[in-house]
């Protein structure tokens, strides 16, 4: 599957970056519906380590997070009711991807290399949110 993103920033006015403008500087949450909240956060936790507290707090790694916008017929994301979706970083790829293949998750065949940028492949969880899980070039 060919990837919809850039991966350069377009052109900005000047007067963006010099003004006194308050920014964002993070993250700080995503969140989603579920129809068994509990049993979403535990597939999260048991299949993709992500190991958040019992308030949802998750100290990640630092590392780049790529912002970036879909034209609204992609069919990068799966499924067309799915408006958002979220990317991993991951240290082995192929690991991941056997990891959750073992543990019966719905994970994607395909797997795509983009040179300087790093490897992709897909994984669904069980509310149907495909998620892209990228090893960094």
């Keep these: 599957m060919k990837r919809a993103m850039v991966w350069w920033q377009p052109a900005r006015s000047p ?6 403008m308050e920014r964002v500087f993070g993250i700080g949450g995503y969140f989603m519906r579920a129809a068994d909240p509990v049993a979403l956060g535990a597939w999260y936790r048991d299949c993709l380590g ?3 507290d019992d308030n949802g707090l998750w100290r990640q790694e630092a590392g ?8 609204s017929e992609t069919d990068y994301f799966g499924s067309r009711a799915q408006h958002v979706m979220i990317n991993f970083r991951v ?9 959750l293949r073992a543990k019966g998750a719905d ?3 395909e797997t795509q290399d983009m040179e300087g940028v790093g490897r992709f492949g897909w994984v669904t969880d069980p509310e149907g949110n ?3 899980l990228w090893q960094p070039a």
């Excluded at 007067?15 to 006194?20: A, L, N």
Aim: aromatic share 10%.
């Design 107 to 109: 994970v994607a065949a």
């Design 15 to 20: 007067s963006w970056q010099d003004s006194d």
């Design 64 to 71: 780049p997070t790529v912002f970036a916008t879909f034209e």
């Design 50 to 52: 992500l190991d958040a």
């Design 91 to 99: 240290r082995d790829l192929e690991a991941m991807l056997a990891q």
């Design 130 to 132: 495909r998620i892209e």
